[in-house]
Nanobody, 124 residues
Framework: QVQLVESGGGLVQAGGSLRLSCAAS????????MAWFRQAPGKGREFVAG????????HFADSVKGRFTISRDNAKNTVYLQMNSLKPEDTAVYSC?????????????????WGQGTQVTVSS
């Protein structure tokens, strides 16, 4: 069983930055592909970014390319999402997810474990 706990969300003005963290309680963290998804009010869950088990491969949604980066520290069982140049349309609940499936997939059904999510609100 994998437990994921996100942190780092909050309220920020447009143009600002936030760094989300997701801590995993699992011995084999380095064997999982990790991803961030988000869900805005009234909308479906959307893939944001994913990272391979080694961190050598990443993938981003077009809407966040050039603004967000994803990284992981396997020694700390943690994955990060650095969000820069935030826009009001980035407002959503952000959740991290873990998958044993390779490569990085954008569909939520490919992920086996999910965190509870952390709210990110960007004011205009």
């Amino acid at each position: 069983q994998v437990q994921l706990v996100e942190s780092g969300g909050g309220l920020v003005q447009a143009g600002g930055s936030l760094r989300l963290s997701c801590a995993a309680s699992v011995r084999t963290f380095s064997s999982y592909v990790m991803a961030w998804f988000r869900q805005a009010p009234g909308k479906g869950r959307e893939f944001v970014a994913g990272i391979s088990w080694s961190g050598s491969n990443t993938h981003f949604a077009d809407s966040v390319k050039g603004r967000f980066t994803i990284s992981r520290d396997n020694a700390k069982n943690t994955v990060y999402l650095q969000m820069n140049s935030l826009k009001p349309e980035d407002t959503a609940v952000y959740s991290c997810a873990a998958s044993r499936t390779i490569p990085i997939l954008t569909r939520s059904g490919a992920y086996d474990y999910w965190g509870q999510g952390t709210q990110v609100t960007v004011s205009s």
